[in-house]
């Protein structure tokens, strides 16, 4: 088997649906062209067996044995050739079908990653789902039917002019009614087009409540909603089928045409052929092939409203993945970008007034806990840009640095872990490419107080996380989160809210190691926990999102009343 792999999904053309689809072909053109040969030399050898046929009844007729054995010569050549050409071309039309497919996905991935959160809020994550489970196999199918559409345009054509130079009236009958047959289909195509577009809105909506719903499904039990939002999916599934009704209407008055519209054509020739047989202008074998004809014309015809149909469907996919490619990132690369500064730098937040400064555990604590996470992500550029209002770091605005070095300079863990599917140690380990001792891993998971999570999975660092992380406590993630960060031995680490989920025994424990870890190098830290507080150097206090006071953690509460009130009501929590 061989696996097919496309390393760079390109840069798409998002001007227009037809752009992008242009793109895409002018992408995979060698494989396309090669494609069509195939479907053409496939589809007219299929074509000319009639004509094969009917030359080989003549030549019975007029027992002419040296021309029977050449025209069945000419039959089994057209019969091998039409095999291994069809066989050939349904592998490189599978070929483009996935090459195509991977293409787009591979671009929705790479535009998602760039833009991150910038696109959940932008549209419903159910329609970048729907994206990836449906709308890039419609756009590949447009390019799986191509070969043989072009096959069906070439073989209509030589039989065309085969049947033109053996009667004009049947061959103008073949060049003329077909196109205007085809052309009839219109009135079914715009409106359904129209129809499958509000299909795929509505179950982009359906996907999206689902989503929502099995992610919150926990505090949905807790609440007692689960009812009410039961009611909400059955309502939108309602609201799906009553469109999907809409769509199947005009869906099958396209599929009854594919049957309807080439019997109405063949039906013609075959009876124009009998009546010029009859008036002695054409052979018998001219008339056996003129059924063959007949029957044959089936096929590009079919081929063709088929290529209809995928080019509806693709058009659709792909306005939708242009609403995907379309979100602007929250963060974007300067095009001169400035060099990084220093190790030992300050961090300074204009918004805030916050300054961080290097080698430094600070600590930042507010009455409003989104005011301290907000600070944080724009320390790690992690919030959305702002160009009144740019962090510096050592008095270079983050947003004139490249947004790679930013990352690797600024790492911003989240109160909410997220988990993934796969072997622990990948877990921890992320993205990093520098070899990871046991040893090293096993120091960070003491550091995180998190030892215990081996004992919970089978297998040690090589056992499997399932889905989420649903198989550990919340305490347990949230200490395999501080594990993730800390392995990265970030020259910059901004914690937000890392001991909130776990006993306050737990809690001491973590805060002094973490303490002891990153001693000497800058950490910033989020919370409101006075175990935390009292080993960080440098605490700050926000009110209303500025910085009032600061200091550490026995001085202020010993002088501050605010923050001695925040303190305590968190040490009271």
Known sequence: MQTLIVPDAGEPDTRSVHHYLLRMARRQWRTLLLGALLGITWMVSLGLLPWAIGHGIDAVTHHDTPALLRWAGILLSLGTLSALSGGMRHWMAVRNWLT????????????????????????????????????????????????????????????????????VPIGLLV?????????????????????????????????????????????????????????????????????????????????????????????????????????????????????GYAAFLTTPFFTVIEFVDRYVRARIATGKVLRILEVSPDHADPETPSRMPGADVSLHDPTSGVTIEPGLLTAVVSAVPEESSAL????????????DASVTLGGIPLTSLPLAEVRRRVVVSESDPRLFTGPLRAELLGAQTGPETDEAILQVLQTASALDVLDAIPGGLEGEVEERGRSFSGGQRQRLALSRALLTDAPVLALIEPTSAVDAHTEARVAARLADHRRGRTTVVATASPLVLDHADQVVLLVDGREVDSGSHEDLISRNAAYRDIVIRGEAD
């Open 376 to 387: 944080l992500d724009r320390l790690g550029r992690i919030a959305p840009d702002s160009e």
């Open 175 to 291: 060049l003329i009614g077909g196109p205007l047959l085809l052309g009839s289909l219109a009135l079914i195509v715009r409106p359904l087009q129209r129809r499958q577009a509000a299909q795929r809105e509505e179950s982009g909506q359906l996907t999206t409540l689902g989503a929502d719903t099995v992610a919150g499904l926990r505090v949905l039990r807790g609440i007692g909603g689960e009812d009410a939002f039961l009611r909400r999916y059955e309502a939108q599934s309602q609201t799906v089928r009553r469109v999907g009704w809409r769509v199947a209407n005009l869906q099958a008055a396209l599929d009854s045409s594919q049957v309807l519209l080439p019997g109405i054509f063949v039906i013609l020739v075959a009876w124009s052929g009998a009546r010029a047989v009859v008036a002695g202008t054409l052979t018998p074998g001219q008339l056996v092939s003129f059924y």
């Open 100 to 167: 195509a497919a991977f293409r787009a996905s591979g671009q929705v991935h790479e535009h998602a990653l760039a833009v991150g959160p910038a696109l959940t809020r932008a549209m419903p994550s159910g329609d970048v789902v729907a994206a990836f489970t449906n709308d890039v196999m419609r756009i590949g199918g447009l390019y799986d039917v191509f070969a043989r559409f072009a096959g069906a345009i070439v073989s209509y054509t030589v039989v065309a002019v085969i049947l033109l130079s053996a009667n």
